[in-house]
């Protein structure tokens, strides 16, 4: 796949949680049309990055450029509204209202005249979804819940999508169809997506580029493929080993 | 473990047996309780000196009572409530509910005849039985009365659940009309039946829907989104001083200053969510516990303006638009118009109706806002604050405009209260009022509409029938006042309803949306979940 021009582009980006720094000048940049893939161990800084991305928490030193504008300072909500969407970590659908009405939260206000046809492509995108139309959100199963985190934040028609962790808690074959479902979307609709993983296998078999990071710190990057066959990589990720 | 340990005890005792013991077990826990509550009971004497007054005989029927209680509870109604679980083997049908058995058409048919005979001789009842046994009987007609209203509705059930909001709003409606002419009926003038009235529509009618009107606003902040809200009360002062004050300083018209009042309450809603945008759960609610005591402690010491802890008096009435007037001095004086007798309730009637429209408004507000993207993103933000935000939806002014939403409905009732009472004071507006509200959104179901109404209905309306019973009397004494214990059996109300059903009376949420049409979701698609 040919990378396209840098839609999302993190550079020396400090965060810290009171006093104490979880980033530790991260660079990091996804190309428009890419699939890329950030992997590392508990604790590594994975979940903050994403987080701060969309401003919770800001970055102290550094600064996150989307599509040309520097988002480092904007408020989260005019992040969102930028069409960068986030299936958040723990999925975060909002349990006591029904799929339907999870969908339509993710509908920004100047899409609502795509809103039809947005709901049918993701639900073309997982069937198991319209099955549980009516069904409150909290009573889904987990797989369920992934499904309607990543077709909630589709319904933002998004430039750019922000994973995080979507295998997590998951069975083998959801997670499957969770990383089928990602590349299609890639394929067909061009979809950027930026995603989280500790299932370092998966992500990087899926992924264009992937980024490994260790306590806060960005200490390789290259493209899937090779980050696959890297012996650090497979030590530490992919064969149990200790890290 | 328990379940164990249930079975062996069932195994070794029979009901009979463990209600005895079980009852024992109450009537000792009930004796520590009430030993110092019932059984002693301190005075004066003559010489003003403090004495303890023993009333043994008293604690003695306490307890007595408790035992009894808990051996027909152990002995006989939970063995009731086991068989009505199990299901008869020859008919493979559970028996007949509780409710089809005691609901039946020759035990209508009785209570109607009683309720007529008791009406039939309702004046001549203390003359043949004395005024003691009349007041069992008037007591007995009532439970008839409730008993065959309640058979209709039980026949009506499946029909009174499909149209529940519809047939709610006829009931208000026809309320005054109903009780006007019931009450003239009964009395035989058409005076008596408007002076008769004025108590069913002040203290039951608008008494009510003035908490139905403050919860369903409440709700708004508290069940809508999840902004738990202990100071509401501070809207409906804020709301009722603006028309005390303007109405008598400027002499404005009630329908000029109800939206200015809303506006002015919803003005502070705003200045009180500024600085608690950061707040959520405990520690906001002890924010607005405060705000609502600085509005409070306000009134009480801007003397200048409120007069302080006297009050604002002689607010001016509503009119109907300027063009009826409920002054008797005036010349467009409703009963002058009309050429009718002169009476205080045709002002009652008409408040009630304006407070049921007000009601009602909040009511449509609200059902519309939900269907909208503010309305939704309300329940998004009770639900999850950070998925809200990481969706672009903006959390200060959503915050901002449920507070400001919330309180000009508290606005509003506040003014009507004002117009209603004709002087207001800080004293309304004490912390109690706020946690009564609360509680009626809470035991409601926090969101539900119908809920929050019935709730209103059974608190305030409940509370308010304890008036009338007189004939507890004749059970406890001349000098027993069944009003002083409302409070108790309130609290008591609260207790039960919270566990019998803990999420209050309506404890489902409603959708607002649907892809096409409203579905059901068949059983193949729920038969498993993978994942």
Known sequence: MTAGKSLLDIRGVETYYGNIRALNGVDVSVNEGEIVALIGANGAGKSTLMMTIFGTPRARRGTITFAGTDITDLPTHEIARMRIAQSPEGRRIFPRMTVMENLQMGASLDNLKFFDEDVEKVFTLFPRLKERIAQRGGTLSGGEQQMLSIGRALMARPKLLLLDEPSLGLAPLIVKQIFDAIRELNRTQGLTVFLVEQNAFGALKLATRGYVMVNGVVTMSGTGKDLLADPEVRAAYLEGGRH | ?531
């Open chain 2, 1 to 531: 473990m328990a379940n164990i340990a249930q079975a062996t005890r069932e195994a070794s005792a029979t009901p009979f047996q463990r209600g005895i013991k079980e009852a024992l077990y109450a009537g000792a826990i009930s004796f520590g309780l009430f030993f110092l509550f019932i059984g002693l009971r301190t005075d004066q004497n003559i010489r003003n000196e403090l004495i303890l007054v023993p009333r043994w005989g008293l604690l003695a029927i306490v307890v007595g009572l408790v035992m009894l209680g808990r051996f027909v509870y152990v002995a006989y109604g939970q063995p009731f409530m086991a068989r009505q679980k199990i299901v008869n083997v020859a008919s493979g049908l559970l028996p007949d509910s509780v409710a089809t058995r005691f609901f039946k058409l020759p035990y209508f048919i009785a209570s109607l005849v009683v309720v007529g005979l008791l009406m039939v001789f309702a004046g001549s009842l203390d003359g043949i039985f004395g005024p003691a046994l009349a007041g069992y009987m008037r007591f007995f007609r009532a439970l008839a009365i409730i008993y065959a209203l309640a058979s209709v509705m039980f026949y009506f059930r499946a029909f009174i659940q499909a149209h529940f909001s519809a047939l709610g709003i006829g009931v208000l409606v026809a309320y005054p009309i109903v009780v006007v002419v019931a009450l003239t009926l009964i009395s035989g003038s058409m005076a008596g039946g408007f002076q008769g009235s004025l108590k069913w529509v002040d203290n039951f009618g608008i008494q009510i829907l003035i908490y139905v009107m403050l919860a369903w606003g409440l709700n708004i902040v508290v069940g809508l989104a999840g902004l738990l809200d202990l100071g509401y009360v501070a809207f409906y002062a804020v709301g009722a001083y603006a028309y005390a004050l303007l109405a008598t300083q400027l002499g404005w018209s009630f329908w000029i200053l109800l939206p200015v009042a809303g506006i002015m309450a919803a003005f502070w809603g705003v200045m009180l969510g500024f600085p608690v945008l950061r707040l959520r759960g405990d520690y906001l609610a002890i924010v607005t516990l405060a705000f609502g005591e600085i509005i409070r402690l306000v009134l009480i010491n801007w003397r200048e303006v409120t007069n302080g802890a006297a009050g604002i008096s002689g607010i001016p009435k509503v009119s109907f638009f300027g063009l009826i007037s409920f002054n008797v001095s005036d010349p467009n004086y409703i009963a002058k118009v009309f050429g009718i007798a002169q009476s205080g309730a045709y002002y009652k009637i008409f408040l009630y109706y304006l407070i049921l429209g007000l009601a009602l408004l909040t009511a449509f507000v609200t059902i519309r806002l939900r269907r909208m993207p503010v309305g939704r993103a309300w329940e998004a933000l009770r639900e999850d604050e950070i998925a809200c935000r990481s969706l672009g939806i903006n959390t200060t002014t959503t915050k901002l405009t449920a507070f400001a939403t919330g309180a000009m409905f508290g606005g509003f009732a506040g003014s009507f209260f004002a117009a209603r009472q004709g002087f207001v004071s800080p004293e309304s507006f004490v912390f109690l009022e706020s946690a009564i509200i609360l509680a009626i959104v809470v035991l409601g179901g926090m969101g539900s509409l119908v809920g929050i109404a019935v709730a209103a209905a059974v608190m305030i309306g409940g509370t308010e029938i304890l008036r009338e019973m007189e004939f507890l009397k004749a059970v406890f004494g001349s000098d027993f006042t069944p009003e002083l214990y409302r409070m108790l059996l309130f609290g008591m109300a609260m207790v039960i309803v919270m566990l019998w059903k803990p999420r209050g009376f309506v404890g489902s949420r409603e959708p607002t949306a649907f892809l096409h049409e409203r579905k059901s979701v068949s059983s193949s698609f729920t038969k498993e979940g993978h994942g």
